[in-house]
């Protein structure tokens, strides 16, 4: 017997088999169910199942719904608000450990915003007494211009150019001043609101404490 041509005989027979044809399942418009081994093309994005040779459902292909554009865009919306709340709630964890590592108690928080207005007044005086001494500056030259104008004389370009440079940093000294106060209002609005969030904290540490000690006690039947 010549083995060289058996490969070549199983390969032949092989080929021959039919090949098994997939089988689906689907539901017209009016609710009749049909089977075949080919979908009409309208039905594809509808829900139809795939059988094996036994008849058993072994795929489901859900239907495929076409999105409007304005679905399409809320869709997007509320991906984007979950985002960001997901984002939200990362970002306030990561406060609320650096709060509690901070401070131990509220007491830690009064003294820290005490320590920071102390050091913001302190700017404010300094700031305080600049502008008190350049109010005085300028008051002095407007003054002289006051006289010279007074006695019928030309008001030299250095005065006037002395009395605009005064205006000018007196104008940049009061916004040092009032960014100073703006600074002492946010550090309070800011330790009013860490004082508040470390309440809520340190409530909700306590609630979970004292429910592990209620479920301890109940479980040695105290």
């Known amino acids: ?3 060289r041509i058996i490969p070549f005989f199983l390969m032949f027979i092989i080929c021959a088999l039919p090949v098994q044809a997939k089988m689906y399942k689907w539901v017209d418009e009016e609710g009749n169910t049909h089977f075949g081994d080919q979908i009409p093309s ?7 199942k795939e059988l094996n040779e036994q008849g ?3 795929e489901t292909h859900e239907e495929v719904v076409e999105e409007t554009e304005e679905q399409r865009k809320e869709r997007l919306k509320r991906a984007r608000i979950e985002k960001e709340e997901k984002e939200h709630a990362i970002e306030q964890a990561k406060q609320d450990r650096v709060l509690l590592d901070t401070y131990t108690t509220e007491r830690d ?4 915003l005490k320590a920071r207005l102390d050091a913001v007044d302190s700017q404010l005086q300094l700031s305080e007494s600049i502008i008190a001494d350049a109010k005085r500056k300028l008051d002095s030259t407007e003054k002289q211009i006051t006289r010279l104008k007074a006695a019928g004389n030309e008001v030299p370009q250095n005065i006037s150019d002395k009395m605009k440079n005064e205006e000018k940093q007196l104008k940049t000294y009061l916004e040092v001043a009032a960014s ?14 860490y004082i508040k969030r470390f309440r809520e904290l340190k409530a909700n540490q306590q609630r979970v ?3 592990r000690e209620a479920r301890r006690k109940e479980a040695l039947g105290l």
């Open 1 to 3: 017997m010549n083995y």
């Open 109 to 112: 928080l009064d003294a820290a």
């Open 180 to 193: 100073h106060e703006k600074r002492k209002h946010d550090i309070n609005e800011q330790f009013a609101a």
């Open 209 to 211: 404490k004292d429910e």
């Open 42 to 48: 309208r039905y594809l994005n509808k829900e139809h």
């Open 56 to 58: 058993a459902v072994v």
